[in-house]
């Protein structure tokens, strides 16, 4: 509805895109999903599975791939998906579509991934989400529309938290790009939408709260005190409790901080963990071992956290 | 490239003008001093996608050089936030588009260009929407039919200065209604960096049924005149980008 001019594409399976510039050929198999700026389809180059995101919004889609080229240039960590391929395509109407393609992130939702695998992961996942913001800052980036359809658990072990749309990523010291309300610390009257690292934690503690009220809620004549009472009726999150609402209230300067702060709130409630784990049934057991590699996983985060000046 | 200030008038209306000359006329004369209309029209909740009356929205904005919108109130700050952002890349594309083809030749267009090119030029027009200084009027329609929505216009006119003020460029908003009370359109806000303190000016509905979007939207052009008389006498007039 943008500009009137924008077509509604839809790309049935075995449709065949062919790149203007580059020449390469993608099979498409199914949609993923669309959304305000263009669908992103599953599709497939030599027998190998990506995702193609097509609009009829040039420069948008150009402004993502700027996004996706600088988060892919820094070191050690997978931050968004890794960028494939950019080209025009000329659909047989003769209207001309820009397309990327990424690699594909096979996953679950935060929520689909915590039931299945249980609540003991909402301090992995916290852990992994806040060394990647932490390696993105670092970069000079904030991530802005950070948000629970935004994440991918993967399915492929060891179990990662993966971040899909980097619409919203911003250079750190302008204004956020792009942001849903119910994460926008703006629209709760907490704080600017200046893109600086407190944005993006203030965020990440609505993301795990969002888990907890699937409908969401408005705000009311005082934000902070809503906000502040709606994370302390979550009982599952009250370990984590005084860090979220740190997150809140824009205490933490940066995601290291509030990584140390988790990790050792995770560190302090580990044995009682192990027990439950112990106790809780077969299905539950199996994941007994993939829980231990990741708090490995994390103590190594931690550690490097520390080696590094 | 050179810092500038982009003009932008911001109508929000539920459409059905019924008074006085024609609003695209009006759009178009604006869009050629160098300020682009855009229009928000507002739906009523139980309202379809293409409502009576509102079809003049879109065409308000073509004839600007701007973009439109319909939305339901309650989805209204984000679009008028979004709105506000997309058309100032629109004209600042515009404006590079144009540089383009003195450079490049006039058949050449953005699309022509290779994708990493067009990424580089797209780095350029998002440095430019940051940075630039942006003036804004905001005209809001008051007349009967908008009773329920002004508390909500309210709010997200005081979103869209959160929004635009953690920019690095500055920013100036004035906000006027229509109908006024013997004008066509009436002050509410004069000049100003930011919309925080609206609460306590914002206007009660205006009597009567007359929506003089028109008329309304001249005024709000001669907003930007007066103020800036001296500079537009030297304007270049491929763009509506003033050197600063
Ligand atoms: N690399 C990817 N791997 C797997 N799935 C993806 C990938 N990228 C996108 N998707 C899926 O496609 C959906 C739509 O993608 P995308 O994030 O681009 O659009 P959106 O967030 O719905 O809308 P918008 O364009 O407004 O950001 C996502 O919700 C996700 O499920
Ligand atoms: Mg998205």
Known sequence: MMHQTSKKLN???NTIIRGKWHNHVYTIRRKLGSGAIGSVYLCTINQKYAALKISDKSTSMMMEVNVLKSLNKVQGVCLGPSLMDVDDWIAPDGQAYTFYVMEYVRGYSLQQFLSRNGREWVGVLMLQLLHDLKKLHEAGWIFGDLKEENLLVTIDTPSRVRWIDVGGTTQMGRAIKEYSEFYDRGYWEMGSRKAEPSYDLFALAM???SLYYPKQFAKDKHPQRLLV????????LRPYRPALQKALLGEYQTAGEMEQEISSIISRMRPRHTSRQKTSGPAAAAFVPEV???AVVSAMYYLFSLLLP | MKKGTLKQILLLTDGCSNKG???????ALAFEQGISVNVIGILDDDQTEHPQGLEEVEQIALSGGGISQLVYTKALSQTVQMVTKQAMTQTL???VNAELKQILGPEQT???LAPDKRGEIMEVVEDMGETCDLEVVVLVDTSASMRDKLLTVKEALIDLSISLNARIGRNRFCIFSFPGRRKDIQKVLDWSPRLDNISSVFPKLSSG????????????????SKKSLLRSLHKDDASNIEEA
């Open chain 1, 11 to 13: 790309l049935v399976p």
């Open chain 1, 207 to 209: 993301v795990f709260i």
């Open chain 1, 229 to 236: 009472k709606k994370l302390q009726d979550i009982t599952t």
């Open chain 1, 292 to 294: 231990a590699g990741l």
């Open chain 2, 21 to 27: 000359e024609d609003p695209s006329a009006v759009a």
């Open chain 2, 93 to 95: 594309q515009g404006f």
């Open chain 2, 110 to 112: 953005m699309e022509d």
């Open chain 2, 209 to 224: 049924g007359v929506t003089p979007t028109g008329p309304a939207l001249r005024e709000a052009m001669y907003q930007f």
